[in-house]
Nanobody, 126 residues
Framework: VQLQASGGGLVQAGASLRLSCAAS????????LGWFRQAPGKEREFVAA????????YYADSVKGRFTISRDNAKNTVYLEMNSLKPEDTAVYYC????????????????????WGQGTLVTVSS
């Protein structure tokens, strides 16, 4: 599976941005799609994930209520709608695909993700 993230940019605090991640290749499999981010000098952290059906989503506490993850399987694309952006949201955002995740909470664990996109930079100015 190849993942291509896009939609990053420079915005002011309080603004909104929508990221997209298009999957290609072995897209017939049912996999979890997730977003992670890595700020300068920090480790990569979980942001949000969604199951194949879209029925289950999982969010990091830091983005809950502000970010919304969704997917369109017809387009093999996952989206991350980001509202009320804060300077601390500044990071490179990566999308990942996981074939097997044992439970909802595990959707936030990087170790379960098999494929990664190249990342897209989001910069939020104060």
């Amino acid at each position: 599976v190849q993942l291509q993230a896009s939609g990053g940019g420079l915005v002011q605090a309080g603004a909104s941005l929508r990221l997209s991640c298009a999957a290609s290749g072995r897209t017939g499999s049912r996999y979890v799609l997730g977003w992670f981010r890595q700020a300068p000098g920090k480790e990569r952290e979980f942001v949000a994930a969604v199951t194949w059906s879209g029925a289950t989503t999982y969010y990091a506490d830091s983005v809950k209520g502000r970010f919304t993850i969704s997917r369109d399987n017809a387009k093999n694309t996952v989206y991350l709608e980001m509202n009320s952006l804060k300077p601390e949201d500044t990071a490179v955002y990566y999308c990942g695909a996981a074939y097997y995740v044992p439970n909802t909470q595990s959707m936030g664990a990087m170790d379960y993700y098999d494929y990664w996109g190249q990342g897209t930079l989001v910069t939020v100015s104060s």
